[in-house]
């Protein structure tokens, strides 16, 4: 499946923001963006003329890049998201979030969800019992993820469990193990933390 495979640490230059893409080094001060805090490029520094369509631009640009999404996929979320009932940026996040490489990185299986794309690429996750290789998979409420047996033994998985301070969202239940979550409902937008203002997103869509 197609992905982005650049500098990451450029995207967060772009948006002028930290997106945490690279895990832990986004904490430190090894960070780009903590010594170069403008966009990237020759002209990186000069004055960017402001407008309505920018700053939609740059909202979506910014949903992409933290879940790590294409722009064929992210549009054809989008679809999804407005043909459903409800508030259309909402549903959006709310599919965002519930993709399996996500759950991953929610779970503090993975430093970020680059690594938890990973993870599941690689074969190590259980959905219900059943290995999921598709990153991309929509999990629905009841769902029970878990990491396979061999997973669990990885020294990474271990690590990221000990040393990553991350809370499991309330629409996530851990299981005993840590090694397994439940997914007690679909999450509400004040559960999902990204710094997106979803509204612009479908200002741009609705054109």
Wanted: charged share 35%.
């Amino acid at each position: 499946m197609a992905r982005y495979t650049g500098p990451v640490c450029r995207l967060c230059r772009r948006e002028k923001m930290k997106l945490f893409l690279k895990g832990a080094k986004c904490d430190t001060m090894k960070c780009p963006i903590e010594r170069r805090p403008y966009p990237p490029g020759e002209h990186g520094r000069g004055r960017m003329r402001e407008s309505e369509y920018l700053l939609q631009l740059r909202e979506k640009q910014k949903a992409r890049r933290i879940y790590g999404v294409l722009e064929k996929q992210f549009r054809n979320l989008y679809k999804e998201a407005n043909r459903r009932g409800g508030i259309t940026g909402e549903n959006l996040l709310r599919m965002l979030e519930m993709r399996l490489d996500n759950v991953v990185f929610r779970a503090g299986w993975g430093s970020s969800r680059a690594q938890g794309r990973q993870l599941v690429r690689h074969g190590h996750v259980n959905v219900n019992g059943r290995r999921v290789t598709i990153p991309s998979y929509q999990v629905r409420k009841g769902d029970v993820v878990e990491m396979r047996d061999k997973a669990r033994r990885m020294i990474v998985l271990r690590h990221n469990l000990d040393t990553l301070d991350r809370l499991t969202p309330p629409w996530l239940e851990s299981g005993d193990d840590s090694f397994r979550v439940t997914v007690l409902d679909e999450p509400r937008r004040e559960h999902i933390d990204v710094p997106v203002r979803e509204s612009l997103i479908v200002e741009l869509y609705s054109k």
